[in-house]
């Protein structure tokens, strides 16, 4: 990889991760909408997913994992174990979508993050290190996890699939 195009890539993963971190903001400045203080629903997925579908597993995994942790150190809510789990569904988005962004691959990727890493990894992570109760923060949790997948799976292929827009920052960036 030439210096240039290093750069660029950089470049691009700045800005992804600003608007990554835009999106977890709640409303109203940015999109994160909070149901109660372990389910919220927010749009940042979808920065994830495209910069795991322009640059890969490693950059979408980087992406993910700084949005937290600067999200986390601005907000004083930050925790190494959720940030780890951040970054490992930005490494399964990047290995699922990177090059390859079919529709199955676009439904599993979803269904393994929102599963594994948001269902079980946060959820996990919210009972035992935050001592939220158990019952009422596995039921919300649950009912996230489906309403995600439902909206996940569908804006990713469109965005994806239908407007391509990583194949757009491809041709517009040249990386």
Do not use: H
């Amino acid at each position: 990889m030439n210096k240039q195009n290093f750069t660029r890539r950089l470049v691009f993963m700045g800005v992804m991760t600003a608007l990554a971190i835009i999106c977890s903001l709640d409303f109203p400045l940015g999109f994160t909408f909070r149901v109660a203080a372990f389910m919220k629903f927010s749009p940042a997925f979808l920065i994830v997913g495209i910069t795991a579908s322009v640059c890969g597993y490693k950059e979408a995994g980087l992406v993910s994992l700084l949005t937290d942790v600067i999200q986390g150190f601005l907000f004083g809510n930050f925790s190494i174990l959720i940030a780890v789990i951040n970054l490992l569904i930005g490494i399964c988005f990047g290995l699922f979508l990177y090059k390859k962004s079919s529709i199955l691959n676009i439904v599993s990727s979803v269904l393994i993050t929102q599963i594994v890493g948001s269902f079980v990894l946060i959820t996990a992570v919210l009972c035992f290190r935050f001592g939220m109760p158990f019952t009422p923060t596995i039921y919300w949790r649950g009912l996230q996890t489906v309403i995600m997948i439902a909206v996940e799976i569908p804006v990713l292929w469109l965005f994806i699939k239908v407007i391509k827009i990583p194949e757009k920052i491809t041709r517009i960036l040249n990386i």
